[in-house]
């Protein structure tokens, strides 16, 4: 099943703050980001199929801007990184990644209340966010409306994967990916396909702690190629794909 939703970007946001705003009020607790976390890690099958994300992107995780979210963020890290990947696209990152051009949490809450998918009291709770509010809050930022495909139990392979591979070889964006037995957020920049099993690449952002470099999260498998069949089988999984633009489109 597939959902394309589309809501109309949002010009005037009373309640967000704008760019400048942000900087100097976040500017202090924001830690260095990481660019492309993945970047250097080898193909588990160097003869399989496997598609990649094209372009730049910041890794959000727990605890990175100074609010602990551990136990309940990690959906907003992945919105976040994937945001951050949109910003990128257009040349709105900044080069030495001091500051994410992302929504913050508190902007990810008030979008949601503004657009009326949560209630007024899911502001400064410690609500989680899915495939489905993704799908809202990049459109409503960045005007880019985004596919939710769900995945049955047990459909990973049949339904997951060659969705992945059409995704990232025509619009080359991020996948925020997520379930209800495995609960844990994901950011997917990667698939690769053999004859008896596919993995993903997982950037996980459930790292808690100090500015990491890219080969500690790798060795230490925040990020990494991991076998579908490692995955909770009985879990049913959305993913949120950023309808982005044609990279084959001249």
Request: charged share 20%; aromatic share 10%; glycine share 10%.
């Amino acid at each position: 099943i597939s959902i394309t939703v589309v809501y109309p970007a949002v010009q005037e946001v009373a309640v967000v703050c704008s760019k400048a705003e942000d900087f100097h009020r976040r500017r202090n607790t924001m830690v260095d980001l990481v660019s492309n976390v993945h970047a250097g890690l080898p193909h588990p099958l160097p003869l399989g199929k496997c598609s990649q994300i094209l372009g730049d992107y910041l890794y959000f995780h727990y605890g990175c801007d100074g609010v602990d979210d551990r136990g309940w963020g990690c959906g907003y890290r992945t919105i976040q990184s994937v945001a951050s990947w949109l910003c990128s696209r257009d040349g709105a990152a900044s080069q030495k990644n001091q500051v994410s051009p992302a929504p913050s949490l508190p902007h990810i809450q008030q979008a949601l209340v503004t657009m009326g998918d949560k209630p007024g009291s899911f502001r400064g709770s410690r609500g989680w966010v899915g495939s489905f509010e993704a799908s809202l809050v990049l459109d409503f930022f960045y005007g880019v409306p985004c596919k939710v495909v769900h995945v049955r139990g047990g459909e990973l392979q049949r339904v997951a994967v060659p969705e992945l591979h059409e995704h990232f070889d025509t619009r080359g964006s991020p996948v925020m990916m997520g379930g209800d037995r495995d609960n844990s957020s994901k950011c997917v920049v990667g698939v690769c396909t053999g004859e008896e099993d596919s993995y993903v690449l997982v950037v996980d952002p459930h790292y808690y702690g100090p500015k990491p470099d890219r080969a500690e999260l790798q060795r230490r498998g925040w990020v990494g190629w991991r076998k579908l069949s490692s995955l909770d089988q009985t879990s049913f999984y959305n993913m949120c794909l950023p309808q982005t633009a044609d990279v084959n489109t001249d």
